[in-house]
């Protein structure tokens, strides 16, 4: 699919104001309600949009301790790699997961309550995965930027 500068400023304004109706987001770009909608669903069902979603404050949920975990498997041939993918989506203190070219295979964002629930989550779920072999912590200090919004030109 190809995308046009009204699909890019469609892109834009949604990433800002998911919630935004159709009529505001047509009267920004300057063009009818109707063919606003249809532009929208055909970003839809061509994937370009995948989901809308509420961005939460993790300490207002208690979920405010951040761990960028590297993790290096024994093997890595591509069952040990699929075996391993399919676990860590059963995981929902993994907040993002990134197979890596480098020392390690994979890097992790993990979001606990405490240190007690990362020692938990270390021992009991993310070392049983069969074939992890290391496993390395860094914790979050701060964060310095954290954005959802991607440039589109």
Partial sequence: MKIDSIDKQILTILQQDAQITNVELAGKIGISPPAMLERVK?????????????IVDPTKVSKGIFAIVSV???????SSIDQ????????DE???CYHVAGEEDFILK???SSIEEYEKFILSKLTKINGVSKV???FVLST?????KIKIE
Wanted: proline share 0%; charged share 25%.
């Fill in 110 to 112: 993990i979001a606990v």
């Fill in 136 to 138: 390395n912590t860094k």
């Fill in 94 to 96: 993994v907040l993002e």
């Fill in 84 to 91: 391993f993918t399919r676990q860590i989506k059963k995981l």
């Fill in 72 to 78: 290096s498997l024994s093997a890595h041939q591509l």
């Fill in 144 to 148: 310095v930027k954290y954005n959802t």
């Fill in 42 to 54: 055909r970003l839809e069902k061509n994937g370009i949009i995948k989901r809308y979603v509420a």
